[in-house]
C-alpha cells in the first residue's frame, strides 16, 4: 500500500442502503473540494454497479500505466480530479461483473496498492451498498492510513435509515470515525406550484445522527439535475453546485487546519 | 472449458476435472490445494432444495443492477397483490442479507424465527402470506450483518433448504442491489428446483438503466428467464396541484426502450406516491391503504401480468436454470 502514503486525507462515503446517491454525493463533494483548490481523487469501489466514469462522460476511457503505477483517469487537463474505477477495466458497459467475494476483495486491493494518485489531498472512496467484501476490504486495506472517516448517506426514511443505522455499527466495529450523517432526497418542489413534497418521508437522517451521537452534515433536495445524473454528452462538471456538500468541504478543510 | 477460471496457470485442467489440483500444471497455482481437496460434481445440497421446494409452484427473482429502485417495495407489494386471494399462498424470501428491508416494509420488525422439527419457521403477514429474511435473525436494530461472501452464501442455502414453507403458489426472492454472491448462489442453489424467472426493476434515468443493463447481461449468461422490466418513479404526481412532473428523466429512454433493446416485455411504469415510502415505513401495503391512487392502478395491472406469465409455465418443471452459474 506505499503509493497510498502520497495521499493525505482519506473519506469513504458509506450508505447501508443501495439508491440513496452515494455515488452522486460522493462526485459532488470531489468537485467542491477541487473548487476550493484542492487535487482531489475519487475511488469507485462499486464493482458490480460503477457509477462514477460515467457521472463524468468519461466512458470508453483506458487506464494507462506509468513507471509510478496505474494512472488515475483525469477529468480535467489539470489534473486536479483524478477517476479510477473498474468501468475503466470493461470492454462493453453492458458487460456485468459476476465476481464472489474474493475476486472483488482482490480487484479493491490492485485500485488501493496499484493506483498512482500522486500528490492527491483529498481521496474519496465511493462504496456499494451493504456491509460485505468491498466494506470489509476497504477497512482493512486503510487501517494503516489512519482514513479521516467515513460520510454516511441517507434519505429520509425509515427503511433507508434502518439499513444507514447498521453502517453506522460497521463504522464502530471497524474504527471508522464517523465524519457524519447527510440526508439526500430530502424534499421536492413541485415545479408548477412550489410546494414541496417529502417524497420520501422527512427527518430520519437528522434524527438518525441525533440518535448516534454523530454530526448531522445537512440535507440535500431533490433537484432535476442531480436526479437526471448525467445526461448523454455532458459531465457531473456542469452541474450546480450544492450548498450542503460545499458546507461539508468547507468543513473537511477546516478539520484539516485543525490539526496539530 | 467452462470450469477453467480466468486467471488459470496454463493447461489448467478445470477446477471440476479428476485431475485438478494434481496435475504438473497446477504446481505454485495459489488454488491447487483447494483443488485437489474440494469435492468435485454438483453440489448435493441442489437436490435437497428441489426436495424441499416440489411443494412451492412458482418462483419468481427480483432483481435490479441498481440500488434504491423499490425492488423490496415492489417485491412486498407483488406479494400482497398475489395474497389477495385468500386461496393463493405466496411467501417471500429476503435474501438481502447486509440490507434486509423486508420486515419494515411487511410490518414484521421484530419478529424473530423459530426452529421446528421440520425447519424453520416463517413469519406470517397473513394466513396466506409468509416471510423469511435474516431480519429476523438479528438481536436488533443496530445489529450489522459484516460477513464476507462465502458466509452469505451459506445462509442463502439455509434459507433455501431449511424454511418451511409448506405449500405454496408463488415464491418471491427479493435480492441486493448488484451481480454477486447473493445473486450467484440463489440461481446456483435452484439449479434443480428452478426459477419461473426474473423481475427487473429499474427507474427512468440513465445512471440505473447503466446498472440494470448489467443486471440483465447477468440474466442471459446464467440463463435465468426475464419475465419483464418494471419501470418505478416514472412520475410524480404533486398532492397538492394534482399536475404531473417528472423528477427522474429518461433522457435515454428509460426502462422501455431498454427493454425493447434487450427484446424482453416491457411490464409498466409505477408511478411515485409519496404515499408509498410512507406505507413502507409504517409496514402498510399501500394497495390496500390507498386503492384509489393511479399507482395502485399501475401495481395491480404489473401483477396480471406476473400471474399471467407464471399460468402459462408448468408448474415446478425440472428445469436447466443456473447451468453457466454452477461453473462460475
Known amino acids: 500500500m506505499e503509493r497510498l502514503k502520497s495521499v493525505q486525507h482519506v473519506i469513504v462515503v458509506l450508505s447501508g442502503k443501495g439508491g440513496v446517491g452515494k455515488s452522486t454525493v460522493a462526485v459532488q463533494l470531489a468537485l467542491a473540494l477541487r473548487a476550493k483548490g484542492k487535487k482531489v481523487g475519487l475511488l469507485d469501489v462499486d464493482l458490480c454497479g460503477p457509477s462514477i466514469p460515467k457521472m463524468f462522460n468519461l466512458e470508453g476511457q483506458s487506464i494507462h500505466q506509468c513507471s509510478e503505477g496505474w494512472l488515475p483517469v483525469y477529468v480535467d487537463p489539470e489534473q486536479k480530479l483524478g477517476v479510477m474505477s473498474i468501468a475503466f477495466l470493461l470492454e462493453n458497459e453492458e458487460e456485468a461483473v459476476i465476481w464472489r467475494g474474493p475476486k472483488k476483495t482482490a480487484m479493491i486491493r490492485q485500485f488501493l496498492s496499484d493506483v498512482h494518485w500522486q500528490d492527491t489531498e483529498y481521496l474519496i472512496i465511493d462504496t456499494p451498498p451493504g456491509t460485505s467484501d468491498e466494506h470489509i476490504s476497504v477497512m482493512e486495506n486503510l487501517r494503516a492510513f489512519n482514513p479521516d472517516g467515513a460520510i454516511l448517506v441517507t434519505t429520509p426514511q425509515a427503511v433507508a435509515v434502518g439499513d444507514v443505522r447498521r453502517e453506522l455499527t460497521f463504522c464502530r466495529k471497524t474504527g471508522i470515525p464517523v465524519i457524519g450523517i447527510i440526508e439526500n432526497m430530502s424534499g421536492y418542489m413541485c415545479p408548477h406550484c412550489s410546494e414541496c413534497t417529502n417524497i420520501f418521508s422527512s427527518g430520519g437522517g437528522e434524527a438518525l445522527a441525533k440518535e448516534a451521537g454523530v454530526q448531522f452534515l445537512g440535507c440535500v433536495p431533490v433537484t432535476k439535475e442531480l436526479a437526471a445524473g448525467v445526461s448523454a454528452g455532458q459531465s457531473a462538471t456542469q452541474l450546480p453546485s450544492v450548498p450542503a456538500i460545499e458546507k461539508v468541504a468547507d468543513r473537511l478543510i477546516a478539520l484539516d487546519k485543525d490539526l496539530p | ?328
Not at chain 2, 132 to 140: I, Q
Not at chain 2, 266 to 282: A, M, N, Q, S, T
Not at chain 2, 286 to 312: G, H, M, N, Q, W
Open chain 2, 1 to 328: 472449458m467452462a470450469d477453467v477460471p480466468q486467471d488459470a496457470p496454463e493447461h489448467c485442467p478445470g477446477t471440476e476435472s479428476d485431475s485438478a489440483g494434481k496435475s504438473s500444471a497446477c504446481q505454485g497455482c495459489p488454488n491447487q490445494t483447494l483443488c485437489s481437496t474440494a469435492p468435485k460434481g454438483p453440489d448435493p445440497v441442489i437436490l435437497e432444495i428441489q426436495q424441499k421446494l416440489a411443494s412451492v409452484k412458482h418462483k419468481i427473482m427480483v432483481v435490479s443492477g441498481k440500488g434504491g429502485v423499490g425492488k423490496s417495495t415492489f417485491t412486498a407489494h407483488l406479494a400482497h397483490g398475489l395474497a389477495s386471494s385468500d386461496t393463493v399462498q405466496v411467501g417471500v424470501l429476503d435474501v438481502d442479507i447486509c440490507g434486509p428491508s423486508i420486515p419494515t416494509i411487511m410490518g414484521l420488525e421484530g419478529e424473530q424465527v423459530h426452529q421446528s422439527s421440520s425447519g424453520w419457521s416463517p413469519i406470517y403477514v397473513t394466513d396466506n402470506l409468509a416471510v423469511m429474511s435474516v431480519g429476523f435473525l438479528l438481536k436488533g436494530p443496530e445489529d450489522a450483518v459484516i460477513w464476507r461472501g462465502p458466509r452469505k452464501n451459506g445462509l442463502i442455502k439455509q434459507f433455501l433448504r431449511d424454511v418451511d414453507w409448506g405449500e405454496l403458489d408463488f415464491l418471491l426472492i427479493d435480492t441486493p442491489p448488484g451481480t454477486s454472491d447473493e445473486h450467484l448462489s440463489v440461481v446456483q442453489y435452484l439449479n434443480g428446483a428452478g426459477i419461473d424467472g426474473a423481475i427487473v426493476l429499474t427507474t427512468p434515468q440513465e445512471v440505473s438503466l447503466l446498472d440494470v443493463r448489467k443486471e440483465i447481461n447477468f440474466c442471459q449468461r446464467v440463463e435465468l428467464p426475464v419475465i419483464g422490466v418494471v419501470e418505478n418513479m416514472s412520475m410524480f404526481v404533486c398532492p397538492k396541484c394534482k399536475k404531473d412532473s417528472i423528477i427522474f428523466p429518461a433522457t435515454t429512454g428509460g426502462g422501455e426502450k431498454m427493454a425493447a433493446d434487450f427484446n424482453i416485455p416491457f411490464l409498466g411504469r409505477l408511478p411515485l406516491d409519496p404515499r408509498i415510502g410512507k406505507c413502507c415505513d409504517e409496514g402498510k401495503s399501500f394497495l390496500e391503504e390507498v386503492p384509489d391512487s393511479p399507482a395502485t392502478d399501475a401495481f395491480k395491472s404489473i401483477i396480471e401480468k406476473i400471474r399471467d406469465y407464471c399460468s402459462k409455465r408448468p408448474v415446478n418443471k425440472d428445469t436447466e436454470t443456473g447451468e453457466a452459474a454452477a461453473q462460475s
